[in-house]
């Protein structure tokens, strides 16, 4: 029986087309987003949910999520802690940090792609970090191989 409800408590959360979020989501397993969200986005780092933006809706926030999946338009960095897929009517005004990304023709992203091999380790403590009010991405050394001091 318990295997039986664990697979129950798996589900899918879809924020409808004519529906308005205002403020952070947590979610586990699928979150399917039709309509608007204006808030941070996140999931566990080390489970499998995915959110998928579709391509009428909006995100103005944050997204940290272990699968991410956009065809619609987000204001805000991104963080694929797994995989991130821009579909060909994606339109991201934000940083993406990923892993492993796809990105089709017609994808637009204007701000920084940048590969992250260890971005689902420190991930778990930004969210703490920024409820702290410490800005984790200027808290954290940056490394650059062409700057000689």
Same mark, same amino acid.
């Given at each position: ?11 899918i959360t879809l924020v409808a087309a004519n529906t308005e979020i ?25 489970? #499998?949910?995915? %959110?998928?933006?579709?391509?009428? &809706? @909006?995100? !103005? ?14 204001e805000g960095n991104i963080y694929a802690i797994v995989h991130m897929k ?24 204007? #701000?920084?792609? %940048?590969?992250?091999?260890?971005? &689902? @380790?420190? !991930? ?26």
């Open positions: 029986m318990k295997g039986k409800s664990s697979k129950m408590d798996k589900g205002a403020g952070d989501v947590h979610f586990q397993d699928q979150l399917y987003i039709n309509g608007h969200v204006k808030g941070n986005i996140f999931a566990d780092a080390d489970g #499998g949910a995915t %959110v998928v933006v579709s391509e009428e &809706g @909006t995100v !103005s926030g944050e997204i940290r999520v272990p699968n991410v999946i956009i065809n619609g338009k987000v821009l579909a060909p009517k994606a339109k991201v005004k934000g940083n993406v940090y990923y892993k492993l990304i796809e990105m089709q023709l017609g994808a637009m992203v204007d #701000g920084q792609l %940048v590969h992250d091999e260890k971005l &689902g @380790t420190h !991930s778990k403590n930004v969210h703490s970090l920024r409820t702290e009010g410490i800005d984790p991405e200027v808290s954290k050394p940056v490394s650059n191989s062409n700057n000689p001091g």
